[in-house]
T-cell receptor
């Protein structure tokens, strides 16, 4: 059974450019989470969805960040415009309705120059 | 606000040298405490969930325990392949599905 799939695995872009990160959750999971990991701040929850509906986006740092989940098998996290301080590893995780356990993808390493 | 503090930040052990990692937490009603393992360049991998004080869970050389204020991850006779960062996270009763993570303990086991 495939795990959480994220793309791209690495992204290097220049300040001011738009960045889109993609996530495919595990089939049958109804909750999806976006996290950001940095050395300074550790692993932080940005936003999460239940049944494709955003439930809590209080962790989204500012209006430059947006997330969508158009269907149960796909989600995007967009940063526009990107800034050097957005450089981090972004993880997507999913969870089935019958457990609180979250299963993480391999992450996208974003570098904004 | 929910808080999770892990100690030590880094731990070096010789192969076979048992030790414990600590996770202290403050939360407004604990729903669950989670332990994850993270290898360099990879996403966190689920290890255990603990729900109530006194609960223990084991997996190979790892045993997780829980009290009302902290959790311990005991590593018995570690091997080099146990080297990783171990993350602790809490889920509060009033926080839906959200997890609050600690900063992690980086474990290095030397042969």
């Amino acid at each position: 059974d495939a795990g959480v799939i994220q793309s791209p695995r690495h992204e290097v872009t220049e300040m001011g450019q738009e960045v889109t990160l993609r996530c495919k959750p595990i089939s049958g999971h109804n909750s999806l989470f976006w996290y950001r990991q940095t050395m300074m701040r550790g692993l932080e929850l940005l936003i999460y969805f239940n049944n494709n509906v955003p439930i809590d986006d209080s962790g989204m740092p500012e209006d430059r960040f947006s997330a969508k989940m158009p269907n149960a098998s796909f989600s995007t996290l967009k940063i526009q415009p990107s800034e050097p301080r957005d450089s981090a590893v972004y993880f997507c995780a999913s969870s089935p309705y019958w457990t609180d356990t979250q299963y993480f993808g391999p992450g996208t390493r974003l570098t904004v120059l | 606000e929910d808080q999770v503090t892990q100690s030590p930040e880094a731990l070096r052990l010789q192969e076979g040298e048992s030790s414990s990692l600590n996770c202290s937490y403050t939360v407004s009603g604990l729903r669950g405490l989670f332990w994850y393992r993270q290898d360099p360049g990879k996403g966190p991998e689920f290890l255990f969930t603990l729900y109530s004080a006194g609960e223990e869970k084991e997996k190979e050389r790892l045993k997780a325990t829980l009290t009302k204020k902290e959790s311990f991850l005991h590593i018995t006779a570690p091997k080099p392949e146990d080297s990783a960062t171990y993350l602790c996270a809490v889920q509060a009763n009033n926080a839906g599905n959200m997890l609050t993570f600690g900063g992690g303990t980086r474990l290095m086991v030397k042969p």
